[in-house]
């Protein structure tokens, strides 16, 4: 019998998904404009290509799972189920109201949202937890762990990677939208990590480093991880631009907190116009 698990297959549109993302933010007076921006290319092309579902059955424990340790980022998901019918033109102009159950935060109380997330370096636990279970009951489940780059001044983040190379977890990829900013400013200024890639590598993982923009590059990307037979863990440090697809938003950090205006609506509406 063939397996019911398959990514979503069809095309997703980088700059539709910005302009549900745009007009959940409107809608509701929300923030992380610029973070969810920036994970766009990343989330599309791994539901398209690589995100295993039972599109009849969300539920279904042999699915893969996409875990958005970095929470603030989630309308970019939400733009996603868009796509998919999981959410409706109505979720999206109610979001953040009283009513909706769409909130400014990943939760796993939204069907297809998998973890919790906003407390950083909380989903990348429950990511190799996931993933040990899976591989102690001899599943093919892959679990894909999504993280910014300001996210990984958690001390959580590396206990984890420490026990996913010790476990040889090599069904769990940890995908950093390396986007150079976090809530307070640039990240090299407030924590130096220094190449993530080196870092990733001693600690035991399988890694590539890639545009995170770039569609074609990613899908490259995560095929040679998805099917390496490497025992180790799998990451990819994406280079991305926070608040990308909108020239004022794009590298400033502002649009972390800012709020639109019916004018910066307008313009970044312009902007994302197909």
């Known amino acids: 019998m063939n397996s019911p698990l398959k990514p979503w297959g069809k095309q997703i549109d980088a700059r539709s998904l910005r302009r549900t993302i745009l007009q959940m933010a409107w809608a509701g007076g929300s923030v992380h404009l610029g973070s969810s921006f920036s994970l766009v290319e990343l989330v599309a092309v791994l539901y398209q290509h690589f995100i295993r579902l039972n599109w009849a059955d969300r539920n279904d424990d042999a699915r893969d799972i996409l875990a958005l340790s970095k929470g603030h980022g989630v309308m970019a998901l939400y733009a996603c189920f868009r796509e998919f019918g999981w959410l409706n033109d109505a979720d999206i102009q109610g979001y953040f109201s009283p009513k909706n159950h769409l909130k400014g935060l990943s939760s796993a109380h939204v069907p ?5 997330g906003g407390s ?3 989903g990348i636990t429950v990511s ?9 009951k001899g599943s093919d489940r892959r679990v ?12 959580s983040v590396w206990e984890s990677l420490l026990f996913a190379a010790h476990h040889q977890l090599n069904r769990l990829f940890v995908i950093v939208d390396s986007n150079r900013f976090q809530a307070m400013g640039e990240s090299s200024l407030i924590l130096n990590m220094g190449s993530l890639k080196q870092k990733f590598e001693a600690f035991g993982f399988e890694v590539i480093e890639v545009d995170g923009h770039n569609v074609a590059d990613l899908q490259n990307a995560f095929e040679r991880l998805v099917t390496s037979t490497d025992p180790r863990p799998k990451a990819l440090v994406a280079h991305t631009i926070k608040g990308k697809g909108v020239s004022f938003m794009e590298n400033n950090n502002d649009w972390h907190y800012l709020r639109l205006t019916e004018e910066t609506y307008q313009a970044a509406l312009g902007e994302l116009s197909p």
């Open 112 to 116: 297809g949202i998998e973890v919790s």
């Open 120 to 122: 950083l370096g909380h």
């Open 128 to 136: 190799t937890g996931m993933a040990l279970a899976s591989k102690l």
């Open 144 to 155: 894909f762990a999504l993280l910014g780059d300001g996210e990984m001044n958690e001390g």
